[in-house]
């Protein structure tokens, strides 16, 4: 397993390199747009020409190619066009509430996921499970913003349980740092309960036909003839296999953790990753974008080989596998 | 619901769907009139009068009222008053869906927004569907260098979170239709690529490919007879839920800002503009975000069926 | 009509529901007014930049001004003669004989937030940032009749004029005063690159005491303000909301106390709302479609004319404007002492411009319902603001206003920055933009034919000679009694030519919690005088 990890891991160098080198040929590929940011009606053709070779764009593709390879080794992802701060400064503000949002959201996907997936396996054909799997369904199928909408709607302007948006109130850092941790928690139902929500539907989907045919499997049927409790045959026998198709499911959502919330954020004001990069879009502002954006792909790359690992760790069979 | 079951609904809500949308204008009545100082805002089901006078406008209100030579048409700041003679047309209709704060027929829009919504998602996958093969095709037939290089790129691009790269490509170039249709296209065929240099690979190795090869016939031959109809299947049901996703992520970017300009608003687009009068035109929000799911519901369903008339088929 | 009493019902709940403890009936009788609170104010978009000569936001600008001190503060009482000003900074002022030299006395417990007194080398700092060629500042123009400005002690100016005019003051007034100790020792070449927010040193009334980049700003009392026991404030905290509907939503629910701009959609329940207050004025701005006169489409005045009388700008105010707001007339508001009172607005009338197209030889001759002439049809394409929903409402009842006369709008929105280049290098054919008017009547910078290939502002490039005589004339007299025949002439022509189709004359609504008092927001600036803004003191809020 070790040849199986050092392999992978390896193998990440090239692929970083080649989504880098593909985040450079879109933007480079694009209509003169990456200029246009930087124009401005009211320069003057010196002032063009500086700000042009302050940002390395009067240089031919190719040196800009190297250029850009080179920050990223170095870990310098550019400026921002519109705020003048390093692109890496920005994300590492970012990243935290998209990560604390993300971990919640993700939480309750699973936990929802695998009590409607069991609930509805234990009877299958059953009414709870005729009618969680039509509301899955819907669920599963409905825009995240119209359900954010809804939902802001309902809690937060009708009901004022909570927060309509942002992730702390004013003035909140001068508060008791558990009454400031209620506040963050409160601010972080809707937008956690909105990625949830639509998650835990396609979990119990996947889960449900997993759980099932596990149940349909040899040893199942011999549990049941050693006259085990059906309970007990759910929740020891059935749940554990089980569980596998959850880890790798687990892993694929890993980088989800990172991109899933830009819809969300940008509803709700959540200041991380998903707001900072629609607020970039608007504005045109092309370092940020780029680098969110292999920030995002490199965090897949890394999220896919953990979930790899992790796979090859809870399955003795792939282990032996070796592939 | 019953597998074999979920297949005839989701057809059903499928061509449900395309059919109004496409063909709505010819089919059902005219809608109201826009006359956005006295009908807008109206709940779905407001019975109207619509009125066009002589100048060209239309004046369009549920309270128009017939008071001797003058007409009183009303609205909810200010009222209207015409002459009789001045009227070339009078109608009796209704906002069977509501309608927006420039009083435009929620229902019209909706079928507009359809029409857009459905082409581009559909245009799109066609082009995934042709790149995709051809990418899929050529790395299981073009040995294993040209597999180990396309597969490599495949993954990287697959690397990138899709809804990332799609602001990225819809920032970058400008959003029109048909640059939305290339975007959404060239974003999605990574899958299909997968699935088709699969299947073509497994297809390859099976006995009645070599005994058909063995008895000597073509490759053009196996191609059509053997191949074709197995990978028909599986590429219906990609497509299928394919769409589903086209049709979400065309929606994300428009209610992004990202999507086409709003003259005429797709589905996501009216969510956005909806949210802005959540309060006082729930409708406007609520029935494209319905519009949306159904048409996605629709082809999730249709995606299953044939996933489940393919396992069928297989046992 | 059922859903919606349903929703209504909701709503009252909601109301109700909206402020638990609070005593809504009666507002306790005010005593003097008391220091403390904090006040959260809400803002579509971060600062731009912490620098105010680098900026050219409005909204960022009345936010530095809470920061940075003025020499004088102006007053809204333009609507019979130019506006007088408040002392601030200058203590006192007086002229010369001839009108040419102004001496001015600063306030000598003035100082700046570090304890370092103001001084007129602070001034003289100010003015030469204010006209350095390198930093090139936006509104540098207004500064070329001062031909010197002299520190004659530490709290005495003077400044020399190159000849008299009606707003030798106010030129000299615009803009704020800058920290010379602080800031004179970063070269001018250096400045658009440095991180202005390190370096922010104020005199006004707060200092900055925190910024959370595209999320929240907080001020605090500057205790070295030079009114003694002002502010009453400790803290002023701007929110950064970046959508209309989020600073509504935030204001209704009691996170934001303070919102500028309210959108009329949402009147009826702000005004349910009774913890919160509205403040109606008439802006100095006015909303306008800007025709491009160099397409040959749109380069006949009949023709523009037309299109204004095929627009119905009643509605547009009515749907999209709440009611609030007055119709356009021409290039000058019709709240100010130069507007030309004996013009109308051009009427609506779609039959007249159907005619009028029709005179110039445009008609539907292929039934698809689009004028045409030659095989060209009529369309246009409309910019608006991809940011600004209200600019994009106007574009979508215009368009169907067009349509209905036979003319194929085709509206665009794009974001800022695609729409200042093509205001630059003309290319557009109708755009919606508006302007904010300066209480200085200077209608050259919109009206004066463009030279071409230089940057300007008359983007529609309209060109009138004798409208350039004219303005040439005016810009000599010293007098603005004299100048008034002059301006009504003038503004008889633009009307006359429509370069543009003056929409609305816009009136703001702002919206606050009514705990804050002695809000006097006008037309200057939302903040006006907030140096005075006090919270009504209650029981304490967390």
């Not at chain 1, 390879?69 to 935290?96: H, K, N, Q, W, Y």
């Not at chain 1, 009877?123 to 809804?150: K, Q």
């Not at chain 1, 909140?172 to 956690?192: C, E, N």
């Not at chain 2, 297809?203 to 009645?208: D, M, N, P």
Request: with cysteine.
């Amino acid at each position: 397993m070790r040849g199986l990890i050092a392999r992978r891991v390896l193998l990440l160098i090239p692929m970083i390199w080649l989504v880098a080198t593909l985040t450079f040929v879109v933007v480079a590929a694009a209509p003169g747009s990456y200029a246009d940011t930087v124009d401005h009606p009211g320069l003057t053709v010196e002032q063009r020409e500086a700000l042009r070779a302050r940002y390395g764009l009067d240089q031919p593709v190719y040196r800009q190619y190297l250029t850009w390879l080179g920050s990223i080794v170095t870990g310098d992802l550019g400026t921002s066009f519109v705020t003048r701060e390093p692109v890496g400064r920005l994300l590492a503000r970012a990243l935290p509430p998209t990560l604390l949002l993300g971990t919640a959201a993700l939480l309750l996907d699973f936990v929802l996921g695998i009590l409607i997936a069991v609930g509805a396996a234990h009877r299958p054909r059953g009414w709870f499970d005729r009618v969680s799997t039509v509301v899955g369904l819907v669920i599963a199928g409905l825009p995240s913003f119209w359900v954010a909408g809804l939902m802001i709607l309902i809690f937060a302007l009708l009901l004022g349980w909570f927060p309509a948006s942002h992730m702390h109130s004013v003035g909140a850092d001068d508060l008791h740092p558990l009454a400031s941790l209620g506040d963050l928690l409160r601010h972080l139902v809707l937008p956690a309960a909105c990625l949830g929500l639509v998650g835990a539907a396609g979990t119990a989907r996947y889960l449900r036909s997993t759980l099932l045919d596990i149940r349909g499997e040899r040893y199942i049927l011999a549990a049941r003839a050693r006259g085990l409790s059906e309970r007990r045959i759910l929740w020891i026998h059935t749940l554990r296999p089980a569980l596998l198709p959850v880890v790798t499911l687990l892993g694929l959502s890993l980088p989800f953790l990172v991109s899933g919330s830009v819809v969300i954020e940008s509803v709700f004001s959540w200041p991380g990753v998903g707001l900072a990069l629609i607020q970039a879009a608007h504005a045109r502002d092309i370092p940020v974008i780029m680098g969110i954006t292999l920030m995002g792909a490199v965090a897949v790359l890394i999220g896919s080989l953990l979930a790899d690992v992790l796979y090859a760790v809870v399955d003795p069979r792939a282990r032996e596998d070796g592939t | 619901m019953s597998r074999s079951r979920r297949l005839q609904v989701g057809v059903t809500g499928l061509c449900l769907l395309v059919v109004v949308c496409m063909l709505g204008p010819v089919i059902l009545p005219v809608p109201p009139g826009i006359d956005p100082a006295h009908s807008a805002l109206l709940p779905p089901g407001t019975a109207v009068t619509e009125v066009v006078i002589d100048d060209g406008r239309t004046l369009v209100s549920p309270s128009v009222r017939f008071e001797g030579d003058t007409v009183v048409v009303d609205g909810p700041r200010r009222s209207a008053t015409i002459n009789r003679s001045q009227i070339t047309a009078v109608r009796d209709t209704r906002f069977w869906l509501g309608s927006d704060r420039f009083g435009r027929d929620v229902l019209a829009q909706l079928m507009a927004g359809g029409r857009i919504s459905i082409s581009i998602a559909a245009l799109a996958a066609l082009i995934a569907l042709l790149v995709g093969t051809t990418v899929g095709l050529t790395a299981a037939t073009g040995g294993r260098l040209v597999d180990a290089v396309l597969m490599r790129l495949v993954d990287a691009l697959m690397a990138f979170p899709v809804l990332f790269l799609l602001i990225l490509l819809a920032t970058l170039f400008r959003p029109g239709p048909l640059i939305l249709v290339l975007v959404l296209g060239m974003t999605s065929w990574m899958g299909l690529a997968r699935l088709v240099r699969g299947q073509v690979l497994t297809l390859r190795g099976r006995t009645f490919v070599l005994a058909a090869r063995a008895a000597g016939s073509t490759p053009t031959r196996t191609w059509r007879t053997h191949f074709l109809p197995n990978l028909a299947g599986p590429l219906s049901q990609d497509t299928a839920l394919r769409l589903g996703d086209l049709v979400l992520a065309e929606a994300t970017l428009s209610f992004l800002g990202l999507g086409i300009p709003p003259s005429i608003p797709t589905w996501g687009a009216m969510v956005a503009q909806g949210h802005r009068v959540m309060i006082d035109g729930w409708w406007l929000a609520t029935l494209p975000g319905f519009a949306i799911a159904a048409l996605v519901v629709s082809l999730a369903l249709v995606g299953d069926g044939i996933q489940e008339r393919l396992l069928r088929g297989r046992s | 009509m059922k859903r919606s009493a349903w929703v209504l019902v909701l709503l009252l709940i909601v109301v109700s529901c909206g402020s638990p403890g609070e005593d809504q009936t009666v507002i306790a009788a005010d005593g003097p007014p008391a220091r403390g609170g904090t006040v959260v104010i809400g803002l579509l978009a971060d600062v731009q930049n912490w620098n105010p000569y680098l900026v050219e936001d409005l909204d960022t600008e009345h936010v530095l001004a809470l920061i940075y001190p003025s020499l004088a503060i102006e007053q809204t009482d333009y609507h019979r003669h130019p506006p007088s000003y408040e002392p601030s900074l200058a203590e006192s002022w007086s002229w010369s004989e001839d009108h040419l030299v102004l001496t001015i006395e600063l306030d000598p417990d003035a100082s700046w937030a570090d304890g370092v007194p103001i001084t007129s080398r602070d001034v003289v700092f100010t003015w030469q940032v204010q006209t350095s060629p390198e930093i090139d500042w936006l509104y540098g123009d207004g500064k070329e009749f001062i031909e010197s400005i002299e520190a004659v002690s530490d709290h005495t100016v003077r400044v020399t004029y190159t000849h008299n005019y009606p707003y030798q003051f106010m030129d000299l007034n615009d803009g704020l005063i800058i920290p010379a100790h602080a800031w004179a020792g970063i070269p001018f070449d250096r400045w658009s690159e440095t991180a202005w927010r390190d370096h922010v040193l104020g005199g006004g009334p707060f200092g900055l005491a925190g910024h959370t980049p595209q999320q929240e700003i907080t001020l605090e009392r500057n205790p070295h303000y030079h009114r003694p026991g002002l502010p009453y404030l400790d803290q002023v905290v701007f929110r950064i909301v970046p959508s209309e509907q989020g600073l509504i939503t935030q204001l209704l629910a009691g996170d934001l106390d303070f919102v500028r701009s309210v959108n009329p959609t949402n009147i009826d329940r702000v005004r349910a709302n009774t913890e919160l207050q509205l403040v109606i004025y008439d802006d100095r701005s006015y909303t306008h479609i800007c025709w491009n006169t160099e397409k040959p489409l749109l380069a006949d005045p009949q023709i523009r004319l037309a299109l204004t009388k095929a627009i119905d700008r009643d509605t547009l105010i009515d749907v999209v404007y709440g009611g609030f707001g007055r119709l356009g007339v021409g290039p000058v508001l019709s709240s100010f002492w130069a507007f030309n009172r004996d013009l109308a607005s051009v009427p609506f009338d779609p039959n007249a411009a159907r005619a009028a197209f029709n005179a110039a030889g445009w008609a539907d001759t292929d039934g698809d319902g689009v004028l045409d002439k030659g095989g060209v049809d009529f369309a246009i394409e409309l910019l608006a603001p991809a940011e600004n929903e209200l600019r994009q409402d106007l574009a979508i009842l215009i368009q169907e206003d067009l349509k209905r006369v036979g003319v194929k709008a085709e509206p665009r929105f794009v974001e800022w920055g695609t729409l200042m280049a093509a205001m630059q290098d003309g290319g557009f054919d109708a755009l919606i933009n508006g302007w904010e008017e300066p209480t200085q009547i200077d209608l050259s910078g919109l009206w004066m034919s463009a030279p071409p290939d230089e940057p300007t502002f008359n983007f529609g490039r309209y060109s009138n000679p004798e409208v350039d005589r004219l303005l040439s004339e005016v810009g000599e007299m010293t007098d603005f009694a004299d100048q008034t025949p002059l301006f009504n002439r003038i503004q008889e022509l633009i009307v006359a030519d429509q370069p543009y189709t003056f929409l609305v004359e816009n009136t703001r609504l702002t919206a606050h919690n009514s705990r804050i008092r002695n809000v006097e927001a006008n037309a200057a600036t939302p903040y006006f005088d907030v140096d005075e803004w006090y919270v009504r003191t209650g029981p304490a809020k967390e």
